[in-house]
């Protein structure tokens, strides 16, 4: 196997050049442009390997995964002939590799790295044209490996085009003129293809249609939830890249044309994050977040780790458990050296439009605490479920799990301060998820120290440091472990724990406020 690379021109002594392929590649994109690469003066095309980990290489290697070899110029100055004879007579630790960058050197073609991305590369892809796994030990541990494990050889897609094509999916539930307002804000090129399902109103959009032809108009029987409305398109379109909008939302100017020029510089991204803007505050969210509203997802990313809305979860935080499946599966992929494949463009793209009588604006309160604390949990379940089936550390399953509890915990505190009534239900809700998930997690990390940092920087995002609130999260954990009611304590929340630690709820908590609350936590813990 050693010598094989070396005897091409031997083997097949017909040919001028030849494309090789290391067995532990995958092609995901067109690369039938290499064939036009001018080798006249060239041994062989190749990706230039990166100094890494202290390594010094005395003069440039190529990385012979994936190569095309001139044969003919190769037989011509008997290039094969000595390469072969240094292979017979010298130990080279990396084999034909060494080799053929020793004996080759000043005419080796460097190609981009594009065409041979690896997991160690220093420097970050635009178009992952060819996946290169070299150096992986154990590829039943390797997020790909159920994809490709179960994928039939007949269902690889030959041949994939250089161009791409977006899905724009909107759901829509009793409300032309949200739906309209979305419509309007463009004009979708022919490459993008929009997606308009109905959940189960059994509203007539022959209007609609006629108004915008270019959308696809689709309508669910019953009323299923936003999560499962987003699944169904997912279904319904081929589109290589989804953009996933609410009714209302709408796009910024020119915004479509910015999210389609991001894509086109880069596809070896997974996921991009858009900035958007609440156009009844006209407040700019400019970072990776949890909504729907302001992401592209990557199709071939979402099929190959499977995934999904959870069914359970629809009607709630359905976006929290998507985006934290996909956020999961990225960031095991960093820990296997890959470079980051999910991006935020500071670009403002989206509207996210609140509507006045929507469900979560008129019965706020009601809603908040019915509904968010378990539908944060089913969705979180739901993601931790997609994690544990692609094989992600156990680390990032348990930062998912204090993330959960976290949210829960800030929900808990807040109904305590508006909405005592709800707070047994929500205790219940919690303390399954704990005895059912948190629990087994938290036996497996050993070291609590990590534990307790890791909830201290989650809380420090949460919103309920804007109320004042003084939280004790350890004292928390121990009565999930203890009581099956929830202390009564809580009830009397507002009066006894609320403690107002500054007077502009706007700004940002300080670093002494958060040392403060450590340190309060501390002495009660004592």
């Not at 009611?485 to 700004?507: M, T």
């Amino acid at each position: 196997m050693v010598l094989l690379r070396a005897a091409y021109t031997k083997l097949f002594p017909e040919l001028d050049r030849i494309l090789t392929i290391d067995v532990d590649t995958i092609v995901n994109e067109n690369i039938s442009n290499l064939w036009d690469l001018n080798l006249d003066d060239y041994y062989l095309a190749a990706m230039k390997e990166s100094e890494q980990d202290g390594q010094l290489l005395v003069y440039p290697y190529a990385n012979d995964g994936i190569a095309i070899l001139n044969l003919k110029k190769l037989r011509e100055d008997k290039k094969d002939d000595e390469i072969i004879d240094a292979l017979n007579t010298y130990f080279y630790w990396a084999r034909e590799q060494d080799c053929f960058s020793e004996l080759c050197y000043g005419k080796i073609l460097f190609i981009d790295s594009d065409y041979n991305v690896c997991p160690y590369m220093a420097d970050e892809p635009a178009h992952e044209k060819v996946t290169h796994f070299a150096g992986i030990k154990d590829w039943s541990k390797f997020p790909h490996f159920n994809y490709y494990k179960q994928l039939p050889i007949s269902e690889i897609q030959r041949n994939v085009p250089d161009k791409f094509d977006l899905d724009i999916i909107i759901p829509t539930y009793k409300n032309k003129t949200a739906l309209r307002r979305t419509l309007d804000s463009f004009v979708p090129p022919d490459n993008v293809h929009v997606f308009v399902i109905d959940d189960g109103s059994n509203m007539d959009y022959e209007e609609e249609r006629r108004a915008y032809p270019w959308a696809h108009f689709y309508a669910l029987e019953e009323n299923r939830g936003p999560g499962i409305v987003r699944q169904c398109g997912l279904t319904l379109g081929t589109g290589m890249y989804v953009l996933f909008l609410d009714a209302g939302d709408y796009f910024y100017e020119d915004g479509l044309e910015a999210v389609l020029e991001q894509i086109k510089k880069n596809t070896y991204i997974k996921l991009y994050s858009f900035s958007y803007v609440f156009d009844n505050s006209n407040k700019l969210v400019d970072r990776i977040d949890y909504k729907t509203i302001g992401k592209v997802y990557k199709r071939s990313f979402l099929e190959m780790y499977n995934i999904h809305y959870s069914e359970v979860g629809s009607y709630a935080n359905e976006d929290y458990g998507f985006i934290t499946a996909c956020r999961l599966i990225l960031d095991s992929l960093s820990k296997f050296n890959f470079p980051s494949q999910i991006k935020h463009i500071r670009i403002p793209a989206f509207y996210q439009h609140v509507e006045k009588n929507s469900l979560t604006t008129t019965t706020k309160h009601n809603y908040n605490y019915a509904m968010r604390p378990k539908g944060v949990i089913d969705n979180g379940v739901n993601a931790l479920e997609i994690a544990k089936q692609n094989h992600m550390p156990v680390s990032l399953l348990i930062r998912a799990c204090n993330d959960i509890l976290v949210r829960e915990y800030t929900y808990l505190l807040d109904a305590a301060i508006n909405q005592p009534e709800s707070l047994e239900s929500i205790w219940l809700v919690i303390r399954n998820f704990y005895l059912d998930y948190y629990r087994m997690y938290q036996k497996i990390q050993k070291d609590t120290s990590l534990l307790t940092q890791d909830v201290l920087k989650l809380l420090a995002h949460e919103d309920i440091f804007a109320h004042g609130v003084r939280v004790n999260f350890s004292r928390f954990i121990h009565e999930l472990e203890t009581e099956a009611s929830i202390p009564s304590y809580y009830y009397n929340y507002k009066d006894s724990a609320f403690i107002k630690l500054r007077s502009d709820n706007n700004a940002p908590i300080s670093r002494e406020t958060t040392q403060r609350l450590q340190e309060s936590n501390s002495e009660e813990e004592h």
